[in-house]
């Protein structure tokens, strides 16, 4: 960096007050409701089954985001990361999601998951025990014991209940460092170290319950790495919107391009590694050529779904990898904002392409023509709502982090 655009200060862009995109998010989520209780009222195909499944659909966007976000935070508190420093109050305005998650799991858990999943349904408050065991292959066996309305609710519901403790001492910690200053990096280690042990196994139980257990008798080992990817890779995404959105107005100084070009990277290696999951986790159920495996992908290859597979996929690796492979394109807001997009539009039908399947397999539903597209809208305009609050409250940058200079001047790169 030359000495011309070397800076020995900064300016505080202070909160962000954005009145048109607050009314947005108050409309998304105002049509968002409306649709939900339309498609519970039988307003679309599918009856009410469907108003569940696309609230389980919704609630993954604000769910899979806040844990891209935290676990991005917490390792970069963990390795001392100097770079993120400008970026990591907006970052954390995007942990906000967890309220969200847990209104959308107790509407689940006391009225659709009974719509959502057969063994629920007969494991319900002590329901038959002889049809709860005859949707198993091994009746009396472990996964019979597991797979319990009791045990649902309880485990995921403790699960939420540590990812909000371990997520305000994490933030909180660094919203304290604008009122003490000095290096919180001490302080923050442990709850970054923490939040990644849990994170790592509570994150895991939690798509299996939710997202895989849509199917009795499927499993997958890759399960929990395969949503994993895709949780990184849509913040990512927001994140870039984000960063090329306020480039234009209040952080243009705080987020020069080296860092621009940071996060672009990361999207590129990202997409890369998501690419590999999903095909590992294919071919291993390829080759194995069980029963108990293969169902999954052959519902999720014919009717409509196999075409959307392929979409999705393309949209999702090679569209960020030949777009942002030049050094420049990196750093061009065009190309940043459609990749993003358009990456975003993959995950959206990939969480598609695992819900709707599971209840209807024989004829092809499209997300965007639904009650899935208007309650996605409402889970995205709440989200909003939530960070908006939040970098109201806190501002948009870690003020009080003595490395934000060094980071802005890219001193950490010489």
């Not at 990184?232 to 927001?238: R, T």
């Not at 291993?284 to 029963?291: E, P, Q, T, V």
Request: aromatic share 16%; net charge positive.
């Amino acid at each position: 960096m030359s000495a011309h655009h070397h800076l020995t200060t900064i300016t505080d862009p202070g909160p962000l007050h954005a009145p048109r995109l607050r009314n947005t998010a108050i409309a998304l989520l105002i049509i968002g409701i409306l649709g939900f209780i339309a498609a519970l009222f039988g307003a679309f195909d599918g009856g009410s089954r469907r108003a569940w499944s696309s609230l389980l659909q919704g609630m993954m966007i604000p769910t899979f985001i806040t844990f891209g976000a935290i676990f991005f935070i917490a390792v970069n508190w963990l390795v001392g990361s100097v770079w993120i420093v400008p970026l990591r109050r907006l970052m954390e305005g995007l942990t906000t999601g967890l309220p969200l998650t847990a209104i959308a799991f107790f509407l689940i858990v006391i009225i659709g998951g009974r719509e959502l999943y057969p063994w629920i349904a007969t494991s319900y408050m002590g329901g038959d025990a002889d049809a709860h065991s005859y949707l198993f292959y091994m009746p009396g066996g472990s996964k019979e014991a597991y797979m319990t309305w009791s045990r649902f609710a309880l485990v995921n519901g403790l699960f939420i209940a540590v990812w909000f403790v371990l997520r305000d001492r994490l933030i909180q910690g660094s919203i304290r460092q604008d009122q003490v200053g000095g290096d919180q990096r001490e302080q923050q280690t442990p709850w970054a170290i923490a939040w990644l042990m849990v994170f790592a196994i509570t994150s895991t139980f939690f798509v299996w319950d939710l997202l895989l257990a849509l199917h009795v008798n499927w499993f997958s080992t890759m399960w929990g790495v395969y949503a994993f990817a895709s949780m990184v890779q849509m913040f990512f995404c927001v994140i870039l919107l984000l960063m090329v959105w306020l480039r234009r107005g209040p952080m243009k100084e705080v987020v020069p391009k080296h860092i621009l070009h940071d996060m672009s990277t990361w999207m590129l290696g990202w997409s890369c590694f998501c690419a590999y999951i999903s095909f590992s986790q294919f071919m291993l159920i390829y080759y194995a050529n069980m029963d108990k495996g293969v169902f999954y992908y052959a519902s999720r290859t014919q009717n409509g779904y196999g075409l959307q597979l392929w979409i999705e996929s393309i949209l999702r690796w090679p569209v960020p990898f030949l777009l942002l492979m030049s050094q420049s394109r990196r750093t061009c807001p065009i190309t940043i904002t459609i990749v993003s997009i358009l990456v975003l539009i993959g995950n959206w039908l990939t969480l598609s392409w695992i819900i709707v399947p599971a209840f209807s397999p024989d004829s092809y539903q499209s997300t965007f023509f639904g009650p899935e597209l208007l309650v996605g809208a409402g889970f995205v305009g709440a989200f909003l709502l939530l960070a908006l609050n939040f970098w109201r409250r806190y501002g948009l940058v870690a003020k009080g982090d003595p490395r934000l200079l060094r980071a802005v001047n890219a001193e950490h790169l010489h």
